[in-house]
């Protein structure tokens, strides 16, 4: 279910990275965010509405506020009436400005928050912009461990007690590092990739069956755990089947959709005898070479066209 944010999310959690201080319009704190954008209303102060949308936080910087001091105060209620709208979440006066007491006043008839920032106006921007970009980021949770193999995100899955968490301590072993067990936390980053994280709970921690709860960080230094990491291939553990049939070339590529990113996918069978740590190393490993595009099934499966070419013109 997702979670409506809220002006008070953005205040509470990053008042000091941002160095917001509340000037008026308390009440309005719970208004919506209904968007992960921001704006100067540049030339909707002079009256030009065409375009205009009022769910967007509202910024002023130096150029809006000098516009206004410069108008009658009159005027200045009138062009501030129709941009501060009832859906407008809140409003930010950047570079320690004071902000015209026609705008105070509306926002406090409006229950609009109105904020005070230090912040140089592009500054505060950019930096409102990235938090509102991570806030409303497509995010979902899925039950695996994630690991960072040779540089690679992989995402281990499987159903309970197949030996994922065994497989990530191997590889923690061999100096690899663990972003989460059990539970991962994924985001859709800049609508382009996915990131996996852990919950803060159990950051750093591990479940292995007849041990319990062990600490990677302390076991196996700082360098052997990170907190997120992008999320590159997913590989799903199996237990053995005698009766399926598994690929044994890997011309076929498999793809698992995570909030509607296509992620390379292997389905790794597992058994008694099978080094499923240097199986996983060098899934991560050929994930690199194809990504740097030398595909080993497809060189091999040229070489045996070429060969069968070869065989046909010696017949001919």
Known sequence: MLVMYRVENLWQQHA??????????????????????????GLTLSGYLKGYSSKRILVFGIAEIEYL???????RKERLEPILAEDTPCVIVARALVPPEELVSSCSQKNIPLFRTKMMTSTFLSKLHYIL???FAPSDTLHGTLVEVFGVGVLIQGESSVGKSEAALGLIERGHRLVSDDVVRIRHKEGEYL??????????????RGIGIINVAHL?????????????IVVR???????????????????????????PFHLLPVKPGRDVVLLLETIALNHRLEAN??????EFDERQKCAIKAKKKVYQ
């Open 195 to 208: 990131e996996g994280s852990g919950a803060p709970l159990t950051r750093h921690m591990m479940e292995i």
């Open 16 to 41: 000091a990275t941002l160095d917001l201080s509340l000037v008026a319009g308390e009440v309005g704190l719970k208004r919506p965010l209904r968007a992960p954008e921001a704006h100067r209303p």
């Open 220 to 232: 196996y230094g700082a360098v052997c755990v990170r907190e997120n990491k992008r999320i590159d």
């Open 69 to 75: 001091q410069d108008l009658h105060k009159d005027l």
């Open 133 to 135: 970009g991570e806030a």
């Open 293 to 298: 595009g030398i595909h080993s099934a497809k």
């Open 237 to 263: 553990l199996e237990a053995w089947d005698d009766t399926e049939t598994y690929d044994r070339i890997g011309l076929d590529e498999s793809y698992q959709n995570i909030l509607s990113v296509p992620v």
